[in-house]
């Protein structure tokens, strides 16, 4: 998610920017930039890289202008580079725009803007806003942006500055967040609350389709049909920290609680009637022996999801290895290989190293990742990405469930480009669009969640049991557990407890088990049963319809399709692990041992 900052006002401008866009570093970003307002000249100055980068090429300059806009990029169309970075402006360096989101609509609006002689220099949706602007400019600004705002389809927060009006912002928000304030004699906006912080605690949080327009000590701020509404002012109780966690004590909590947002940002302009994905029209899966999933931990469960939609629609071979083993084991891999590889940062080693051996033997690689530009990215034939945003968290999350999304929307394509007909797809994509409001509702269920983590608290161990679906969302649920609250905690078929693990279950044993899959419930429940009888204090996961008599604790998903429920599944489960390791007093951002990308073997 990139960082916006905003400042016209009585004071400097460029020491509220840097300071704005320091606060904002914990985002994650790949480039920096602003523009100063000089008389009737705008200054920029971007560059590819970290903020010194940026302050390196200003402390040349002797910038005393009052009036500027800031930007950190985390690219999402578009490498890094200069030409890439934000602010934007037009060819006559009237206008200049920073942005945030992702315009769905971008490739239409800049084919429209070319017939009409405009060149673009960068490869970035975002560029078009401003040339958009600029063509429609007669000289009212607010009348201009309003338009410009009613093209635009997808995500801003946008900021804009005109030679024009040499001390007026004006600010555009629809889906991306946006943060004003003002004092006496200046008035600035950022996208979160830590870039402000330091100035103001009062604060308003601009609503989507609203317009806000900054002068010196004055915001003015408008509806969708250019009426002026009255701001809400927001006081913010806690400090720069926190605000950096948005109000939450830990990253992890914060990200979690991003899922609807980066879920649906991840699906933007993926979805329509059927499945957007033009990087994958070229791949026919009849092309190909045999299709390989590779990627480590949490990302290597996310492989698993994918492997088992794949073999519900298909009839190709799919095999789901951990990275770790595939580089070792005797795979049989050519140009008949297709081979996906998924990784949050882009940098695990032995993911690393598995593409390259693939790549050697020549066969067609596709890289999931939510890093723009990361190795895997570079190195692959096929990038695709989440918008998850940088995960700080080492216990991934947000990661996690965008790439159950993305994953399950490619498996839909690649099964449609290959000739196979999707059993209830349209059901299925319904489904996958109401995933954004579907986590909300079921983050709303930590109360519950947090009781049941109680069970816990004396426990050094607890075990997660699931079949087939479920396996993979007891597995994911397992790893979150033993992370971050050091319990130890094994996931089993539910089936093979006879053979075996239930020798382990004894009086006060917590087991977590999952029945989401109706074909499978009854057989489910009845190992579920075989433990109570030995003692386990027992917490079932199901589906609406499927229930138990003899459990006590119980809770239900919202209704979704079969095959999307572990998306909500594992929402529980995250919570449970984070509710778990509070008990326990352990460190939820930064568990022992652990590191958030694994770069060496
Ligand atoms: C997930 O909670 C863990 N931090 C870890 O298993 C992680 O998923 C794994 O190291 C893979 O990382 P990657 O997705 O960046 O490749």
Known sequence: MCGITAYTGKGRALP????????????????AGITLVDNKELVTIKTKGALNALKEQLSTLRLDQKAGIGHTRWATHGIPSNLNSHPHTNASNTLSIVHNGIIENYQSIKEGLAMQGYTFVSQTDSE??????????????????????????????????????????????KESPMVLGMDESSAFCASDIPALISYTKDMISLEDHQMAVLRPGTIEIFDQQGQKVEPKIIHIPYDLEAAQKNGYDTFMEKEMHEQPYVIKETLRGRIENSIVMPELDSIDLHEYDHVYLIACGTAYHASLYAQYLGREWMDIPITCVPASEFRYGNYIVNDRSLCIFVSQSGETADTLAALKMCLEKNAMTIAVSNVLDSSLARLAHIPMYTCAGPEIAVASTKAYTTQLVLLAAMMVKLA???????KDIDQFIYDLKQIPNLVKKTLEKKEIIEQYAKLLKDQRDAYFIGRQLDYVNVLEGALKLKEISYVHADAYYAGELKHGPIALIDQGTVVIALATQKEVAAKTISNIEETIARGANVILITAPGIHSEKIERQIKIEAVHPYLSGILVTVLLQLFAFYTAKEKDCNVDQPRNLAKSVTVE
């Not at 300071?19 to 904002?24: A, I, R």
């Not at 009212?140 to 040499?166: I, R």
């Not at 449609?416 to 999707?422: A, K, L, R, W």
């Open 128 to 173: 078009v806003i401003v040339h958009l602007l600029d063509y429609y400019y007669q000289g009212d600004m607010k009348a201009t942006l309003q338009k410009v705002m009613s093209y635009l389809e997808g995500s801003y927060a946008l900021c804009v500055l005109n030679v024009d009006e040499p001390e007026t912002i004006y600010v555009a928000k």
């Open 416 to 422: 449609q480009n290959s000739g196979y007909e999707v």
């Open 16 to 31: 509220f920017l840097i300071q704005g866009l320091e606060k904002l570093e914990y985002r994650g970003y790949d480039s």
